[in-house]
């Protein structure tokens, strides 16, 4: 089991497999992009899988695959499959754009791919001019970077049974209005919609955010109250967190008419690190137990330098005691800095 200096067990492990994307979301990246990384540079898929082979032996239960955007690395459907075959490993989950989703699903209508156990899907416009300003995407030039086709491609997904989950960035003076829009996709659909308050990393530091209290104010102005139905911080027997499909910070709630339900991960204007149960392994290896910590590990250069499996489990046990206490994104903790590296470096 790895449990921080501060008593926090760690079981959640997300794995960003490419730094590439067919985005350039303004939260995410500078306007003139960035450079990606070697090949040589980036985990191979044998690395991860020996990696969260090692994580699972010390009590990592979640994995969560993420990018860049992940649809875009070839291999990514066997790699899903050899990561639920990993003894220890109970969900696996991925978060994409969306816009590849299509043929991900046609791959599995042809020949049974093994789906994640659910998906997380980033979208933070339905109009597509808002999105297009905010993804600084053309559709011409991306095939499919559409809301209307990534909506689709959800509906495609409730048909496969696979669990939603909608991520939306509000950024003021880009999607506040769409805010009320993303939200009533609750209604009709049996997913949640979650509400990410904008991080201060890189790029999005010169961004205004749209706090969670806003958002939800927004929302119970339009549909009505917001009522408290799991939350990481209270609740939880554990017959409900059994039922409930989420394993991370986000506070839930039911609308009154609505089949899914509204979540918000604040951050920044609340924190939640009392609680954090999360570390991350970036494409290219480096182990970091927080997200706006410099602290790492490079588990690429420790594998690639003949260590075995004790090492690595050495290694990754002292990384986990030093992971700090708060994060530094806002005043909240007392700890805030100016962090000058995006989230397309660390990894979504």
Known sequence: MLVDAYGRKLDYLRVSITDRCN??????????????KEHKDILTYEEIIRIVKVM???????????????????????????????????????????ILLGAYLDEDDK????????????????????????TRCEAEQVINARPETILKNIDRLLEKKIFVKINCV????????????????????????RFIELMPLGAASSLKPVSGPQAAAM?????????????VKKTANESERAKFPGSGPAIYYSIEGFKGKIGFI????????E???RMRLTSDGLLKPCLSNDLKLNLRKLIRSGNGDDELVKYIKEIVEKKPGFHSLSKVYGTEKQHHTGLSVIGG
């Open 275 to 277: 609680t954090c149960n």
């Open 219 to 231: 929302i119970e102005k339009a549909y009505g109250t917001l009522n408290r139905f799991y939350g």
């Open 56 to 98: 699972a032996k010390l009590g990592v239960r979640n994995i969560k695959v993420t990018g860049g955007e992940p649809l875009l690395r070839k291999g990514m459907p066997l790699f899903i499959k050899q990561l639920k075959n990993i003894t220890g490993i109970e969900k696996v989950t991925l978060t994409t754009n969306g």
């Open 170 to 193: 509000p950024v003021r003076s880009y999607n506040e209005k769409e805010i009320i829009k993303i939200a009533a996709l609750a209604k009709e659909k049996k997913i949640i919609v």
């Open 23 to 36: 985005l350039r979301c303004v939260y995410c990246m500078p306007p003139e992009g960035v450079e990606w």
């Open 111 to 134: 020949s049974g791919c093994v789906l994640p156990d659910a998906i997380n899907i980033s979208l933070d416009a339905l109009d597509n001019n808002i999105y297009k300003r905010l």
């Open 266 to 273: 604040n951050a920044v204007s609340h924190g939640f690190c």
